[in-house]
């Protein structure tokens, strides 16, 4: 079974080229379908790379050549693009296959057989991303914006906390955000998922449904005989955060890099 993700800010294209797909290769299976380059950014600190990518190149918060920037790729990968033959020869170098929207059929079936006739090759990543953007006479897209403070409630006064500040947020009835410092602070969020949209993914984890934490307040990580992990947080806190066994591989993979 081939493993693929599809990253495509428009959510039709992307449900119409996954119909597409499940016609024409029933042994390419889409694992995940990524909205946006802050997404995908996410998606690969916490996964390991799929054996192919179908990618559009401007997506709603940036370019996704800014994928290769951040990480070592080495999966083919087949471009979806509205782009013209000045741009599609520009990167002609790389990848598998360049399709313009709206994708042909015939065109996406021939792309999936040339990646099957290259599977056993890994295709290495523009070297330049710079200028093969300015040949595509597009802007290098701004860096993806992540909260730099939060403000807190102490009584009755507004106070700033950086984020840098902050060793970990936990959930416990409210929301919680513990500093290095060892203060805790009630935060004005619903729920952690609101605030972890809100942060630098290569800075914060997810560790379970309680607790993000900071890379730079682990002390140490336990591994127990299922699998599953202990996260020790740095005085004052020393706070021990679980790690499930299904989340253990990614988490080593953002941990140890």
């Not at 694992?31 to 997506?59: G, N, Y």
């Not at 060793?167 to 203060?183: I, K, P, Q, V």
Request: hydrophobic share 45%.
């Amino acid at each position: 079974m081939i493993n693929a993700v599809i990253i495509e800010d428009e959510s039709l294209i992307a449900r119409e080229l996954q119909a597409k797909i499940a016609e024409l290769a029933d042994d390419v299976k889409i694992v995940d379908v990524l909205p946006s380059l802050k997404t995908a950014k996410k998606w690969f600190l916490q996964h390991a790379e799929p054996d192919l990518l179908f990618m559009d190149i401007q997506l709603s918060d940036g370019v996704s050549f800014e994928l290769f920037e951040h990480f070592s790729l080495g999966c083919p990968v087949i471009f979806t693009t509205a782009y013209d033959e000045y741009a599609l020869r520009a990167f002609k170098v790389n990848g598998i296959d360049y399709l313009l929207k709206p994708i042909d059929r015939g065109e996406l079936a021939d792309a999936i057989e040339k990646f099957r006739r290259r599977a056993g090759e890994r295709p290495k990543p523009p070297a330049d991303f710079q200028e093969l953007l300015k040949a595509m006479q597009m802007p290098a897209a701004d860096r993806p914006v992540f909260k730099e403070k939060f403000v807190v409630n102490v009584r009755n006064t507004w106070v700033p906390v950086s984020t840098r500040e902050i060793a970990c947020f936990a959930r416990d009835n409210l929301n919680y955000l513990h500093t290095f410092g060892g203060e805790k602070y009630i935060l004005d969020y619903n729920t952690l998922e609101e605030v972890e949209e809100l942060l630098d993914p290569r800075v914060f984890y997810r560790a379970n449904r309680q607790y993000i934490v900071n890379i730079e307040a682990i002390q140490s990580v336990k591994p127990h005989e299922n699998q599953k992990l202990t996260l020790m947080l740095k005085a004052p806190a020393k706070l021990q955060v679980d790690v499930s066994r299904e989340k253990a591989p990614a988490f080593k993979k953002w941990f140890d890099r």
